[in-house]
């Protein structure tokens, strides 16, 4: 008896290796599935403003890096002791608006170096609710716990994320004509609307995107939240909070990832790599120094055989660690 409700999800005909850039972009989730290809040093950026969770606030980031925006203190905003920025997360806030211009151009010029040359942008969109600021009517990308009276709160239409989606397809397409773009929709629910409006809210995106797949770029779709809903389906697959996927579902979702947008050859290095990465994590306790040594020897063996197959792989950190290991 068969007592899971799973899917066939057709492999991609374009595969990623290790040759090839890849840039996510959206909620916390685009976060987990980046961080899985960074764990295996693939090329990858994620998140370059920090998380963004509406189609509107992706566009914008994707704006700011193609056209490469320089920020000024114009651009910041001060409330209570610090400054921010309504296009970027958190954590490219401080208390020194030269720290934060620096952090956030930075970073802009780096994500715009890397977005040029890369191969697969993957976008995830966990809400159509939007927050405008009241004085400029802006719609930002996170309102930094700034009182809720400051804002406007809005549903965007399937039509309006549409037709911007369009545009910013169109642009991609005229400056990147190798990118290969991937819609997914967060499996995380967005409870601050309750559970009929993050019904409704999700339903929004689920259309856009549908019509969004008809473009003539012909744009990608990968059923992350399906994985999560109607393959899952349990608590015992959430963290505590009973909206966010636990470790083991975001496992599964990178199986799923893996087996429809990378090859066998590029899956083994991964593995090889993630093996290398969390030796080099763990604190060993070795007295024997036969031990000790017999064991950074066989992680430098692995890394040689690693830099071997494929030489873009930057493992001098792991090298240089089991190399002091070896002569303590």
Same mark, same amino acid.
Request: glycine fraction near 0%; charge should be negative.
């Given at each position: 008896m068969e007592l899971r409700t799973t899917f066939p999800i057709k492999p991609s005909a374009d595969k990623i290796t290790y040759n090839d850039r890849v840039m996510f972009i959206g909620s916390c989730f685009a976060s987990s599935m980046g961080s899985q290809m960074e764990m295996g040093h693939m090329p990858v950026m994620i998140n370059p403003a920090g998380a963004v969770f509406n189609p509107v606030s992706v566009c914008n980031t994707l704006d700011t890096i193609t056209k490469e925006k320089e920020f000024t203190l114009d651009d910041l905003h001060f409330y209570d002791g610090t400054w921010l920025s309504f296009y970027h997360y958190t954590d490219f806030s401080s208390d020194d608006p030269s720290i934060v211009l620096e952090k956030i151009n930075r970073r802009s010029k780096e994500a715009s170096d890397f977005l040029k040359h890369a191969r697969f942008l993957f976008v995830t969109l966990g809400t159509s609710r939007v927050y405008k600021l009241k004085k400029s009517d802006l719609i930002v990308s996170n309102c930094h716990k700034?009182?809720?009276? #400051?804002?406007?709160?809005?549903?965007?239409?399937?039509?309006?994320?549409?037709?911007?989606?369009?545009?910013?397809?169109?642009?991609?397409?005229?400056?990147?004509? #190798?990118? #290969?773009?991937?819609?997914?929709?967060?499996?995380?629910?967005h409870w601050k609307d309750g559970a009929h409006g993050n019904q409704v809210s999700k339903s929004i995106l689920f259309v856009a995107v549908d019509k969004l797949l008809k473009h003539k770029v012909a744009p990608q779709y990968f059923p992350a939240y399906e994985l999560v809903m109607d393959d899952l389906r349990d608590y015992r697959f959430y963290n505590d909070d009973m909206l966010h996927p636990s470790t083991s579902a975001i496992n599964y979702i990178w199986e799923a990832f893996t087996r429809c947008y990378l090859d066998n050859y590029t899956i083994s290095t991964w593995k090889e790599v993630v093996k290398i990465k969390k030796a080099f994590y763990h604190r060993f306790n070795i007295d024997s120094d036969i031990k000790r040594k017999y064991f950074a020897d066989r992680m430098l063996k692995q890394i040689s055989d690693i830099k071997i197959k494929v030489p873009t792989i930057d493992l001098s950190l792991e090298e240089d660690h089991f190399l002091k290991m070896r002569k303590m």
């Open positions: 700034i009182p809720s009276e #400051q804002f406007v709160s809005e549903m965007l239409t399937v039509d309006e994320i549409v037709t911007l989606w369009t545009e910013q397809l169109d642009k991609l397409h005229l400056l990147f004509p #190798q990118l #290969q773009i991937v819609f997914t929709i967060s499996p995380v629910r």
